[in-house]
């Protein structure tokens, strides 16, 4: 769906907690703040100017932990991860550099995730965790293209120590820089296409010398809008717009993981992940509500684990 909506709003949640922890002989990596699948179609384009709040659920599940050869490993554990958190996102009328001028912040953030090594579907309860804030968002708007470029922090707010088996944040700070472009295929813009490019930069985490490798996460989409036209004041209005698509996203950590605990196994090795799958969403402008769905199955992935990622969000325009 398009960014001024529902998918602006959860960019810039904060739900890359430490989501999975695995066992040296899996191989696994290290996690990033910025989880692949929060945005999809339309996700090169910025708001209109106003506010929008928005409350998304995520749910990721898994069985699989794949190695450096892309081959399962471990005891197949039922892993299930849940996270949701409102987000307010803001656009302006100011401009800076000829682009509108907006920001983000997640005041509140909960996870639920808890994993035991040979223990399937272990249930955890909701936590507070991490957040962030987006204090740079700018977008500018063409005739057949959308840009937008954002700045995010991660602040470690969750509770985490070293070795914690009940950790609901990282325990280190991330910069998250993101650039995106929505190309529009028709004069109508029924047919669009979009790509959003996420990087992401890490400290170490406190007290450690543990350091998450850079991540770069690319997220696509190419849809269909269709528009129900109605009469308002006298005037032809969009009173309703249901977009549907394809999306997928590929994640890959551009840099290995650095700690002086990190196996030889692990030492400089970096993993990977693709995913494809569906998303549709319904706009009503006129009572300025908007819910958006989105599955997408993953698959090519090397030292981490490989599953499904789910995400609805309902949002408010205020």
Not at 169 to 194: C, P, R, V, Y
Not at 283 to 308: H, Y
């Amino acid at each position: 769906m398009r960014r001024n909506y529902a998918t602006l709003a959860t960019t810039f949640i904060v739900t890359g907690v430490l989501l999975f922890g695995f066992a040296s002989d899996a191989q696994a990596q290290l996690k990033g703040h910025y989880v692949p699948g929060f945005t999809g179609l339309d996700n090169g384009t910025q708001a209109p100017p106003g506010i929008t709040i928005a409350l998304p659920v995520y749910f990721y599940t898994t069985d699989q932990i794949k190695d450096n050869d892309g081959k399962s490993v471990g005891a197949h554990p039922r892993i299930n991860a849940t996270f949701t958190g409102p987000a307010i996102a803001w656009v302006t009328k100011f401009k800076l550099l000829g682009a509108n001028f907006g920001g983000a912040v997640v005041p509140l953030a909960f996870i639920k995730s808890r994993i035991e090594g040979n223990s399937l579907d272990v249930p955890g309860s909701f936590a507070f965790t991490d957040i962030e804030i987006e204090p740079v968002q700018l977008g500018w708007k063409t005739k057949h293209a959308d840009f937008v470029f954002d700045y995010g922090l991660f602040i470690p707010t969750g509770k985490w120590e070293n070795g914690g088996s009940d950790n609901a944040g990282l325990g280190m700070w991330s910069n998250l820089f993101q650039a995106g472009t929505t190309i529009h295929l028709d004069n109508e813009h029924k047919w669009s296409f979009s790509t959003l490019g996420s990087y992401e930069i890490h400290s170490h985490k406190k007290g450690t010398d543990i350091k998450v490798g850079d991540i770069l996460t690319l997220e696509s989409g190419l849809g269909r809008a269709f528009y129900k036209i109605g009469m308002v004041k006298g005037k032809p209005f969009p009173v309703r717009i249901i977009n549907f698509g394809v999306v997928s996203y590929g994640q890959f950590k551009v840099s290995g993981d650095k700690a002086g605990i990190i196996t030889p196994l692990l030492a400089g090795a970096k993993d990977r992940v693709f995913a494809a799958g569906l998303e549709g969403n319904v706009i009503l402008p006129l009572a300025k509500w908007v819910f958006d769905f989105r599955a997408e199955p993953e698959f090519g992935a090397r030292n981490r684990t490989q599953g499904w990622t789910f995400l609805f969000t309902t949002a408010y325009i205020l």
